[in-house]
């Protein structure tokens, strides 16, 4: 059984969940978890947590994203991609200039409409299943921060790249209908990759294809596995002696810990990663074990 992360390219087509369901025989657990669901119709990076590490889904310090995506203009559908029904079409009347042009609007802080088809609850119930039975749900719009759109060049007729790097909750769907509406046509996502997720980069993800290839041969390698700790990387690491470790497996706070008031991912004189802890006024609390307990 494995336990850590596994960065799967997902690939078009497939949910999140269907790549869980794959990965338990792959992985030899039904132990698994994800970070930042993907829409069947986008690729790209996602975050597999296996065994011990689910707990650490959850706890991520960075949840920003980084996409390319690809804008259609001329169209609008009812899922804000290429998969749903059109709606609507209109003569594309404007181009690449007129794009270039009205992209840094959409950089900044800025409230985004959850759209329909997504997994945001209200009242309990998420927003898709009434989309599915023809309903519309009065929603409230959510603040995201879009850090950057940097133009890509065309892909075909009446399409654009993009690539946005965006806070978490940002649906680009959603910024490719604002930008059609602000160059005055319709428009949808006709492609979406995800190539960032918090700290984790598509190049460092592994395709199904090479992970059921890997399965059939022996299993997938150990090296292809991320630690739990890659999650707090952003965190200063501490390492901590016996009689300290000991503290922490059994919840003791350690008073007149030498370290600066913060939060910390703690290591054994050994280097195996134990958790998380906080130091506040010099005393070594423990927030979360990763490890098991001995």
């Known amino acids: ?8 390219d997902k690939p ?12 338990r025989g792959v992985l030899g657990t039904r132990k698994l978890g994800h970070s930042g669901t993907l829409d069947p119709m986008a690729t790209g990076v996602l975050a597999v947590f296996a065994g011990r590490a689910t707990a650490a889904a959850d706890r991520q310090l960075n949840h920003d994203k980084t996409y390319e995506a690809t804008i259609r203009l001329g169209v609008r559908t009812d899922t804000g991609d290429i998969t749903g029904t059109v709606l609507e079409t209109a003569p594309v009347t404007v181009g690449q200039q007129e794009l270039l042009e009205i992209l840094p609007r959409f950089t900044g802080v800025q409230q985004q409409l959850p759209p329909m088809y997504s997994a945001v609850k209200v009242h309990g119930q998420p927003l898709y299943k009434a989309a599915r039975a023809g309903k519309t749900v009065e929603r409230t719009p959510r603040e995201i ?18 690539r946005v790097a965006c806070s978490k909750g940002t649906y680009i769907r959603v910024l490719a209908e604002d930008i059609g509406a602000a160059l005055g046509v319709p428009a949808t996502l006709s492609a979406l990759r995800r190539t960032a997720a918090g700290v984790f980069s598509i190049e460092d993800a592994h395709t199904m294809n090479q992970l059921l290839e890997a399965a059939q041969n022996g299993g997938v390698p150990d090296e292809w596995m991320l630690g739990t700790d890659a999650v707090f990387a952003p965190l200063p690491e501490l390492r901590v002696g016996e009689k300290v470790r000991t503290h922490l497996f059994n919840g003791c706070p350690t008073s007149r810990y ?11 004189e050994n280097g195996t990663f134990l958790g998380l802890a906080q130091v506040t006024g010099g005393v070594l609390r423990v927030e979360k074990l990763f490890c098991e307990r001995e």
Not at 1 to 8: C, Q, R
Not at 145 to 162: C, D, F, K, P, W
């Open 1 to 8: 059984m494995k336990n850590g992360i596994l960065l799967v």
């Open 12 to 23: 078009q087509g497939w949910t999140s969940f269907d790549v869980l369901a794959k990965l």
């Open 145 to 162: 921060t879009v850090y950057s759109i940097e133009y890509l060049g065309g892909a075909g007729e009446n399409e654009y790249r993009v």
């Open 258 to 268: 030498p370290a600066q008031d913060g939060r910390y991912r703690v290591y054994d």
